[in-house]
């Protein structure tokens, strides 16, 4: 079980200001975007600034009339955030709020939730986040965000107005989710998984769009489906053990079971738990085998936490990964065992044979080269948008 510290904080602040908070918002809170955040380990990882503050451009996935945010120092030390703004580009910078409050104290491992600020956005429009951080700190509660680098400013307050970068960072520290208010609840369908769904090197603007949940959440909305998709992935990660970020296990109740409205999960991991298995690592140890009995177990304890919940697990096989640097053949069996469980198990509640749609025709071991960036692992935009485009709507049904 997850320690969520932040429940304890977010409930004293609100004693504490109850008097100066503003009238509760009316209306449903439907989650528009995530990050699933991770423990920076080392110095190109995190985020220094000193007196500066940062910006962050991400695209929401539903509209709505107010937002707010979800900001997380889940691994950090205290720290004080002393104005926070929010923006569509080119717009006015709408000031945010919490607990009534321009500026705030973020505790250790505390993860803050914002008071709704008053921002019309459309489904799928990009925003623009900024962050003004007074004191000197290292910040390593963070996600990649390579596609879309933080930004960060010269010394000084700049929430309120546009500024020029003097640096950018290629993770994003603080922003663990947007919420936005609408009329009624939404379905919300989380896309769980690591690199392959994550894809850290994707930009706003990507053309084919490169994240298969964002391309599964345009095409809801194309068909009138009131559902939203949020992504919550981690590049390296695995699903029972640590690699990048805590494993999908860990991880599973913060990033699925605790986020309001979740109907479906939709889990495509597990080659990296595969690949590492039994590999020498830079320090020069060895990592333990794995068993494909131990993967299994992995996903029925991911399959059991959201079905305790009434949340629909669906199942995508695992790619095809031959070439790919980490790829053996006691991997490719493992891979091939666990695929055969996904289909055949009746674990999940819907399976996707996604490995048939990317894979190879005259290799159907390797990842199809028209779909892939070339290391036989990843897929590219291409690649990203037939996964998305592959999904039955029927499932969320």
């Not at 995530?34 to 007196?51: I, P």
């Not at 991400?58 to 937002?67: H, L, Q, S």
């Not at 321009?102 to 799928?124: I, K, N, W, Y």
């Amino acid at each position: 079980m997850m320690r969520h510290p932040w429940k304890s904080v977010t409930a004293a602040a609100a004693l504490l200001l109850v008097a100066a908070a503003p009238a509760p918002a009316k209306g449903e809170w439907t989650p528009a975007w995530s990050a699933s955040m991770w423990e920076a380990t080392n110095a190109r990882q995190e985020v220094a600034v000193d007196n500066a503050t940062l910006s962050f451009a991400i695209r929401v996935g539903a509209e709505g009339d107010r937002i707010r945010l979800r900001l997380s120092n889940e691994y950090g030390e205290p720290l004080t955030i002393g104005a926070v703004s929010v923006r569509r580009p080119g717009g006015k910078a709408v000031p945010v709020s919490f607990g009534g409050q321009t500026s705030t104290r973020a505790p250790a491992g505390a993860t803050l939730v914002s008071d709704a600020a008053e921002l019309q956005v459309g489904a799928f429009d990009l925003i623009e986040i900024s962050v003004y951080l007074p004191g000197a700190v290292k910040l390593n509660t963070v996600h990649g965000a390579g596609g879309a680098k933080t930004r960060i400013s010269a010394p000084g307050n700049f929430a309120g107005e546009p500024f020029v970068a003097v640096r950018t960072a290629d993770t994003r520290p603080l922003l663990a989710g947007v919420e936005v208010l609408g009329k009624a609840p939404r379905p919300v369908i989380v896309a769980f998984g690591d690199s392959i769904t994550d894809n850290p090197g994707c930009a706003n603007d990507a053309v084919p769009i490169c994240r298969w949940g964002d391309v599964l959440g345009r095409r809801l909305a194309q068909e009138g489906k009131p559902h939203v998709v949020v992504t919550q992935a981690i590049s390296g990660n695995r699903v029972i053990s640590r690699g990048a970020g805590p494993s999908a296990v860990e991880r599973f109740e913060r990033d699925v079971l605790d986020l309001p409205g979740v109907t479906h999960v939709v889990i495509l991991e597990g080659v990296n738990d595969i690949g590492s298995s039994g590999q020498r690592r830079p320090d020069g140890t060895t990592a333990p085998t794995l068993s494909h009995e131990q993967l299994i177990e992995g996903y029925r304890t991911l399959i059991a936490g959201a079905h305790r919940r009434g949340i629909k697990a669906v199942g995508m096989t695992i790619l095809p990964f031959e070439g790919a640097n980490y790829h053996t053949e006691a991997g490719e069996a493992m891979r091939m065992r666990v695929n055969d469980w996904i289909r055949t198990s009746g674990a999940f509640d819907a399976v996707i044979d996604m490995e048939k749609f990317v894979a190879d025709a005259a290799n159907p071991k390797r990842l199809d080269p028209a779909l892939q960036r070339g290391d036989n692992l990843h897929p590219d935009g291409r690649g990203q948008t037939r996964i998305g485009e592959a999904i039955p709507l029927d499932i969320f049904e």
